[in-house]
């Protein structure tokens, strides 16, 4: 594929910071971003100019959250694809009234701009922070959040109509909180390499059903299985080639699947299978502070469970941790921690999320 690309002219509805820009004024946007702007608003810059070069490409962060962060290149006419997939999915025409609060230093802040660009949305920017609506005092139609920002923001979801959460994993106890919520809210799935999310599953729904919802694909994706059950993603419209991810589902329908845990975090103790990812939906009941389950090698049963929990050391803590953990009814005696660690403070990613292996590293000979 040629790197020459003649990037489409921005929608002539678009709007940022409500001001309408072509691609030439997008340039001194950009260069009046980086030269005077704060953090975030260098960041915008940096992505607008790359955007703007004749490539057919543009250079991405991975989040770092199953291995090492990492550059790949995206095409730039799929990130397009992308959005229209999401202007289509999510029913978000121009004119959306859009408000961007992540970073444009990874994927899904460089997609809000790419769709308000490409869509005819108008959006707005405030700084990336764990409570991004406390200076917000209008009505958007959408935004996009992580867990941990939609959780400080219950309080004023009613500023945006309709959100997509990713990034993360959402508690059973944050759903609960979000069961009265007028808002529309998506839980999604999806990586950089696919340019955002591929699927999505209502986080509040007003029709309640038994058992876990699944994840419904965006348009124009397919999926399959490989011998490991592990997700294999098939999407021409914004991929050169499948994807083969280490994601274990189970597929319902040709559009519809659910996600069990990651392959590589499968715990083998003693035969038995066990899913850190379904373990903490469980443990989330009941604790309230950051943790995750993992393991470690044990002579008789090969690997153990294990637990750390984000707290300062206390025997008497531990205790009252076992007892919560011994009255989850729906936890399986296998899926029980043998070992409880409590850690200061968790090792981390570039982008906050929990380094489960360098946590486990640091903190256990």
Sequence with gaps: MTNKYKIPETHPDFKLNKLHFTNADLKQV?????????????????????????????????????GEPKKIRLQKQHMVNSALATSKFFKLPAHTKALMCLPAEYIAGKMMLVRAMFL??????????SNPLDQVFKVYDFSAMT?????????????????????????????????EVDSILFETYGMTETCSHIAAKRLNPRKKKKGERPFKLMPNVGI??????????????????????????????????????RYDNIINSGGIKLFPEQIEQKLNKVLDRRFFVTSMPDDSLGEKLILFVEDD?????????????????????????????????????????????????????
Aim: glycine residues 6%; aromatic residues 8%; hydrophobic residues 35%.
């Design 30 to 66: 950009a260069y009046s971003y980086i030269k005077e702007g704060e953090p975030f608003e260098q960041q915008i810059g940096s992505f607008l100019l790359d955007w703007l070069k004749p490539t057919s490409y543009i250079e991405v962060k991975t989040s770092g959250s199953t």
């Design 120 to 129: 005819g949305w108008n959006i707005d920017t405030v700084p990336p922070s």
């Design 147 to 179: 867990p941990f920002q939609l959780d400080n923001s219950i309080a004023r979801l009613h500023l945006v109509k309709k959100m997509i959460i990713g990034g993360g994993a959402v508690s059973p106890r944050l759903r609960n909180m979000l069961k």
């Design 224 to 261: 399959t299985q490989d011998e490991r059950g592990c997700l294999i993603i098939k999407a021409p419209n914004i991929l050169d080639e499948e994807i083969v991810t280490n994601d274990v589902v189970e597929i319902i329908t040709y559009k519809r699947f659910l996600w069990k845990g």
């Design 313 to 365: 050391f206390s025997e008497e803590t531990i205790d009252q941790l076992k007892e919560q953990i011994d009255n989850i009814k729906s936890l399986d005696k296998y899926e029980k921690p043998k070992k409880i660690y409590l850690i200061e403070k968790f090792e981390e990613t570039p982008n906050g999320k929990i380094h489960r292996e360098n946590t486990l590293k640091s903190k256990v000979s």
